[in-house]
């Protein structure tokens, strides 16, 4: 058995306000879980994505998310869950006023490869990105993979 504290795990870097990963304090082999919470305008994940090997679960605890997918928007409220499978485009966010607090399960715990799509200036629509950190450690960046175009900030 393993016990930890939402308050003990550190916060990590990204596209939202607090994401703590507790599946490594926990110990978890076949699972990956998220505590997420969403500021308005932010976003679970760094853009439209999917996981070809890994299916998702979001569990709202507060608030409404919204998930963008293939079949249009879906909001999911507190009380509420929602399942991608392997291979699902989604992208939750937050376009209420009211925080969002969720937990996101995904198995296998190792993600994989993930595809993600995103708004590229230069190249005048949506293409594919990746996700890398700056020199100095300070953000995480999207970058366009057709054109190298910075396309999010992230601290």
């Not at 990204?14 to 997420?36: C, E, F, Q």
């Not at 090997?53 to 979001?58: G, K, L, M, P, S």
């Not at 937050?94 to 190249?123: K, S």
Request: glycine fraction near 12%; proline fraction near 4%.
């Amino acid at each position: 058995m393993e016990k930890v504290s939402l308050d003990a795990v550190e916060s990590r870097m990204g596209p939202a306000s607090v994401k703590r990963a507790l599946a490594g304090p926990l110990g978890t082999d076949n699972i990956a879980l998220n505590h997420y919470e969403l500021a308005p305008g932010e976003s679970f994940g760094f853009g439209y994505h999917r996981h070809p090997d890994q299916e998702e679960v979001f569990l709202v605890q507060s608030g409404t998310a919204t998930f963008e997918t293939e079949d249009g928007d879906v909001r999911v409220g507190a009380g509420e869950a929602i399942r991608f499978a392997p291979g699902e485009w989604q992208r939750g966010h937050n376009e209420g006023d009211e925080r969002v607090v969720a937990l996101a399960l995904g198995a296998p715990q190792e993600m994989g490869d993930t595809d993600m799509l995103r708004h590229c200036e230069e190249c005048g629509g949506r293409t594919y990105n990746y996700v890398e950190m700056t020199a100095n450690r300070d953000a995480l960046v999207t970058r366009c993979a057709e054109c190298d175009t910075e396309t999010g900030r992230f601290t």
